[in-house]
């Protein structure tokens, strides 16, 4: 296996071009920004998208949820590296601290939400699954709903759970990460 190019994304930021091999620091990747806050995949376009593992970023506001409450069918786990989260799991609150590891095996509902007085920095991997095999399912539940994460009605469509939200592409901000 080749070393994978760096090369500008069209938004800002570097991607790999390639499936090899390669060493991009967060601060010269592409991010992805908007209402789920700002987001570090490393990956880039199709060819380059990591075929076993996914692995990212994740810059959360206080108030701000990683993602609408959901389950799948492949297992994830996320470590705070910094800052305070709320983890909404199976129709509960439970405090993160930087440190806490969740742990979430296939099936489980779940989103961690932004808390404290400042944002939070999350490091969330997850086994890949093909898309026509992913049992991707949003409940509706009221704790992810108050917490700002949750669908008013169940659906198994990722469009009609994220309708509205917004995101663009585009380079690191300064501040995203502690230095």
């Known amino acids: 296996m080749t070393e994978s190019r760096l090369v500008p994304a069209e938004a ?3 991607v790999p071009e390639g499936a090899g091999w390669f060493v991009l620091n967060a601060k010269d990747a592409r991010w992805l920004e908007g209402s789920l806050g700002a987001y570090c995949p490393w990956e880039g376009r199709e060819e380059a998208r990591f075929a076993q593992l996914g692995i990212n970023l994740n810059v959360l506001k206080p108030g701000v949820p990683m993602s609408m409450y959901h389950r799948e069918s492949g297992q994830e786990d996320f470590l705070v590296l910094d800052g305070e989260c709320v983890l ?11 440190w806490d590891l969740f742990h979430c095996p296939p099936d489980v509902p779940h989103t961690i939400v932004g808390g404290g007085d400042r944002p939070s920095l999350v ?3 997850g086994k890949r699954v093909p ?6 399912f949003y409940p509706a539940d009221a704790v992810a709903q108050k917490n700002g994460a949750g669908v ?4 198994a469509s ?3 759970a994220y309708e509205g939200m917004t995101h663009e592409w585009r380079t690191y901000e300064p501040g995203w990460l502690p230095e």
Request: aromatic share 0%; no cysteine; net charge negative.
């Open 12 to 14: 800002g930021g570097l």
């Open 88 to 98: 909404v799991v199976e129709g509960e609150e439970r405090p993160l601290k930087q």
């Open 123 to 125: 490091l969330a991997v």
């Open 131 to 136: 898309r026509e095999e992913n049992d991707l």
């Open 152 to 155: 008013a009605t169940e659906t």
């Open 158 to 160: 990722p469009d009609d």
